[in-house]
């Protein structure tokens, strides 16, 4: 079966940068888009990045310019290189794999979740 581990994530101060990576296993991985979401307490889970097999990106509103995903297909592994990081980036940090190569869809794979910690 498909499984997401992912590591990376930890306390930064704010301004600092974090590189969170998510490793696939049981699955080809070059076919399927992946994304990252994250879950602040009492928020819910939202979109942060997504990147589809031919490695088109989206991003959310408020990551754009700061964030950026990235995927290396030989190593399955997709990346979220998070930079300039504010207190409200706070949040358990997912990996998901979708079940399309264009987008994660709604019923995506997920990791167990990494949390990131950004402190003022």
């Known amino acids: 079966q498909v499984q997401l581990v992912e590591s990376g994530g930890g306390l930064v101060q704010a301004g600092g940068s974090l590189r969170l990576s998510c490793v696939a296993s049981?699955?080809?991985?070059?076919?399927?888009?992946m994304g990252w979401y994250r879950q602040a307490p009492g928020e819910q889970r939202e979109l942060v990045a997504t990147i589809a097999s031919a490695g088109n990106t989206k991003y959310a509103d408020s990551v754009k310019g700061r964030f950026t995903i990235s995927r290396d297909n030989a190593k399955k592994t997709v990346y979220l290189q998070m930079n300039s990081l504010k207190p409200e980036d706070t949040a358990v940090y997912y990996c998901?794999?979708?079940?399309?190569?264009?987008?994660?869809?709604?019923?995506?794979?997920w990791g167990q979740g990494t949390q990131v910690t950004v402190s003022s």
């Open positions: 998901a794999q979708g079940r399309y190569s264009e987008y994660v869809g709604p019923d995506p794979y």
């Open positions: 049981g699955t080809i991985f070059s076919f399927n888009a």
